[in-house]
């Protein structure tokens, strides 16, 4: 099957298989659906999960956040 727009980006990247875009499309074809970055409690679980020492700017870039904002989290001042 041919996929166009968003679902071809979601089937290419494969962030879904095309079974799974099929199904995307029958449960909310029409639908817009808004996808926020990750952020609250979210982001605190995530960064605490990943920061090895030395990666806060790499983690800051991942998940679209300032680098301080990694560091207030991981210093527990959020």
Wanted: hydrophobic share 45%.
């Amino acid at each position: 099957m041919t996929f166009s727009g968003d679902m071809k980006l979601l089937v290419d990247s494969g962030i879904v298989s095309e079974r799974q875009a099929i199904e995307l499309m029958r449960q909310f074809g029409g639908i817009a659906i808004y996808i926020p970055f990750v952020s609250g409690e979210l982001l605190k679980e995530l960064v605490m999960e990943e920061y090895d020492g030395t990666n806060a700017k790499e983690i800051a870039i991942k998940y679209r956040c300032s680098e301080r904002m990694v560091q207030m989290i991981l210093n527990q001042k959020i």
